[in-house]
């Protein structure tokens, strides 16, 4: 376990490199209710921003508190289980007495301050972090396919488009052949979830 002091707050110590990175983001309510949903997180030079759409229990919480947590986690299940389904209180802790929670089976996470810049765009501003571990992946492409599945999963039930599903279907098709069992059954509580 490598641990950083927790002013560390360098994007790219965290893998957030320029492009979109996706994570796992944690906010709070008003109310301390946590709530935890992927985002991407825009990433040009030293410029960060995120993309967060009117209904979501993100952006209103963003809104009322300004605080986003990012959570570097590679596991397939989780992110289909939050892009879809409420998690469970206990999946989350409040590290050093933060208002914000993050997931307590993340790699890393770290804290952003935010504020709205323009439709749905919200600047990113980098406060403080931890890295719990650093393991050396290399790519897997049953792990990607999993998350280009989702995009297109909530792209799907915001408009019903069915080409969306002949997507999903070709990435199963990829998952199948490059991915682990983690990503097999991510896959398939997705397309249990979409019910396809």
Request: charged letters at 25%; hydrophobic letters at 40%; glycine letters at 8%.
């Amino acid at each position: 376990m490598m641990d950083r002091p927790p002013d560390a707050a360098e994007p790219g110590n965290f893998g957030i490199l320029d492009g979109i990175s996706e994570v796992i983001a944690t906010t709070a309510s008003e109310s301390g209710i946590p709530n935890a949903a992927p985002i991407g997180i825009i990433r040009n030079g030293d410029a960060l921003w995120m993309r967060l759409f009117p209904g979501s229990h993100t952006r209103q919480n963003v809104i009322t508190t300004g605080k986003i947590a990012a959570n570097i986690i590679h596991d397939p299940v989780l992110y289909v289980e939050c892009t879809f389904e409420d998690l469970d209180s206990d999946a989350f802790e409040y590290p050093d007495s933060m208002s914000l929670p993050v997931l307590k089976s993340t790699n890393a996470w770290l804290l952003f301050f935010c504020q709205q810049s323009e439709g749905n765009l919200f600047k990113l501003t980098p406060v403080r972090g931890m890295i719990y571990d650093k393991p050396v992946l290399c790519i897997n492409r049953g792990f990607n396919a999993v998350v280009e599945s989702l995009v297109h999963a909530t792209r799907y039930r915001l408009n019903g488009d069915r080409r969306y599903l002949d997507l999903i279907e070709h990435y199963d098709r990829i998952v199948q052949i490059c991915g682990g069992p983690r990503e097999k059954e991510a896959m398939m509580k997705l397309k249990e979830i979409i019910e396809i």
